[in-house]
């Protein structure tokens, strides 16, 4: 009979709910595993006690992380598990997102939040001899699947610059989200081929000022532009590109 091995669960210090942020590692934590007698699989009795990571959400299916070539393998042929250590009775590990690169210099774990991809998940694999010597092993169902989101997106204001090093920036942004994370207002200062750009947006409303000195009022869908008090215009009023005389 095999090992008796829980689903993993994967957890984040101060979070509820199945949003991380890199900036925290992610615990992993698996058991008790146990023998068909309920005996604990322990380090003593142990042959093979370690996880895979999968992604979901990028290929038709689940994507393995291979430690060894960082980078994330077709997951019906999954590499190696990654080591486990054991913790009164429960098997642990630690995900690090910040900072981790695949071979390609891409973040090892980021969910595009417009999207919600990918997710990930582990499962845990294990074997042990029981007290007869008999070798038992078990895989663990999926954990749950979590989304990781990028540093610095779980704050709900903050200032950008683009490229980060303000000696050669060519942009800086301002913005507030609101409480469910959603960018709601920003401002954003570009530097264009013919000079600065400055937009300002909120909830779909787009006010920007162009490198020619023109100005463009865009309102959301469905909504229009208001003027409270007098208006006086110096030069021609076009209404779909005709010249409107005005007396």
């Known amino acids: 009979m095999p090992l008796t091995v829980p689903a993993p669960a ?4 101060d979070v509820n709910g199945h949003t991380f942020f890199a900036e925290k590692p992610i615990n992993l934590s698996c058991g ?22 999968f992604r979901e959400g990028v290929a038709p299916i689940p994507e393995a992380w291979d430690e060894s070539g960082k980078s994330w393998v077709p997951g019906d042929s999954p590499p190696g598990p990654q080591s486990l250590f054991l913790h009164d009775g429960t098997w642990w590990s630690l995900l690090l997102a910040i900072g981790q690169k695949d071979s390609h210099a891409q973040d090892k774990l980021h969910t595009n939040r417009a999207t919600g991809l990918p997710k990930y998940f582990v ?6 001899k029981d007290a007869s010597g008999v070798e038992q092993s078990g895989e663990s169902p999926k954990s749950q699947s979590v989304q990781v989101l990028g540093v610095g997106e779980q704050n709900r204001a903050g200032l950008g610059i ?18 469910t994370l959603l960018n709601r207002g920003s401002i954003v200062i570009r530097q264009g081929p013919g000079g600065l750009l400055i937009e300002l947006s909120v909830n779909g409303a787009r006010v920007a000022l162009g490198t020619d000195g023109g100005i463009v009022l865009s309102p959301s869908p469905g909504q229009g532009v208001q003027i409270q008090g007098d208006l006086e215009v110096q030069g021609n009023v076009l209404v779909n590109g005709t010249n409107l005389n005005v007396p």
């Open 10 to 13: 994967l957890t984040q210090k």
């Open 162 to 179: 683009t490229p980060p090093d303000p000696v050669i920036a060519t942009e800086i942004s301002l913005f507030l989200k609101d409480s």
């Open 123 to 128: 499962r845990c694999f294990f074997r042990g």
């Open 32 to 53: 008790p595993v146990t023998f068909p007698d309920s005996t604990l699989l322990t380090s003593a009795n142990a042959l093979q006690f370690g996880f895979t990571l």
